[in-house]
């Protein structure tokens, strides 16, 4: 057996042994996707700190520091017509009247997270549990 035979054989022989690292990594990353409720556990705690970051300087509690009436509230989201989650990720990134967007504090998906965070808690009246 030639030196460049040996090598590759020590190669194949290495990944041979370390195949179990592999096959638990799969099976640790098959196993993090397949938990959907832990998973919008996560994402609910990024709405939330996205929130408190972006957000709650005006909107404390769901409210509106500036224009009342325009508050998070969901008699106010359904009043305006905006009581889904895409159209207050929309006003989010874009911005609505005199508020303007967040567009890029918000980064990718961070518009989304906040508004169904923001939803969550106006169906729960703005209650923390
Ligand atoms: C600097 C203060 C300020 C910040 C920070 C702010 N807003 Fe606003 N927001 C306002 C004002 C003022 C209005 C009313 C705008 C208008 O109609 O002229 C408003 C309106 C809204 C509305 C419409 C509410 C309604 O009932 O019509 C939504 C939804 C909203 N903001 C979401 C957000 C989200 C999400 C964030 C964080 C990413 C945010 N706001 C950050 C000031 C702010």
Same mark, same amino acid.
């Given at each position: 057996?030639?030196?460049?035979?040996? /090598?590759?054989?020590? +190669?194949?022989?290495?990944?041979?042994?370390?195949?179990?690292?592999?096959?638990?990594?799969?099976?640790?990353?098959?196993?993090?996707?397949? !938990?959907?409720?832990?998973? /919008?556990? *996560?994402?609910?705690?990024?709405?939330?700190? +996205?929130?408190?970051?972006?957000?709650?300087?005006?909107?404390?509690?769901?409210?509106?520091?500036?224009?009342? /009436?325009?508050? !998070?509230? !969901?008699? /106010?989201?359904?009043?305006?017509? *905006?009581?889904?989650?895409?159209?207050?990720?929309?006003?989010?990134?874009?911005?609505?009247?005199?508020?303007?967007?967040?567009?890029?504090?918000?980064?990718?998906?961070?518009?989304?997270?906040?508004?169904?965070?923001? +939803?969550?808690?106006?169906?729960?009246?703005?209650?923390?549990?």
């Amino acid at each position: 057996m030639n030196d460049a035979c040996k /090598s590759r054989k020590k +190669l194949f022989n290495f990944f041979f042994r370390i195949r179990n690292v592999f096959l638990i990594s799969f099976c640790c990353i098959f196993f993090y996707f397949s !938990l959907p409720k832990e998973l /919008s556990a *996560i994402d609910s705690g990024l709405g939330e700190n +996205l929130f408190k970051n972006y957000c709650a300087g005006c909107h404390i509690n769901g409210g509106n520091i500036i224009r009342r /009436s325009k508050n !998070l509230k !969901l008699s /106010s989201l359904k009043r305006n017509g *905006i009581d889904n989650s895409e159209a207050i990720a929309k006003i989010a990134s874009q911005g609505i009247g005199i508020m303007s967007g967040y567009e890029d504090q918000l980064g990718d998906k961070g518009d989304q997270l906040v508004a169904n965070w923001i +939803l969550e808690q106006a169906q729960k009246a703005w209650v923390q549990e």
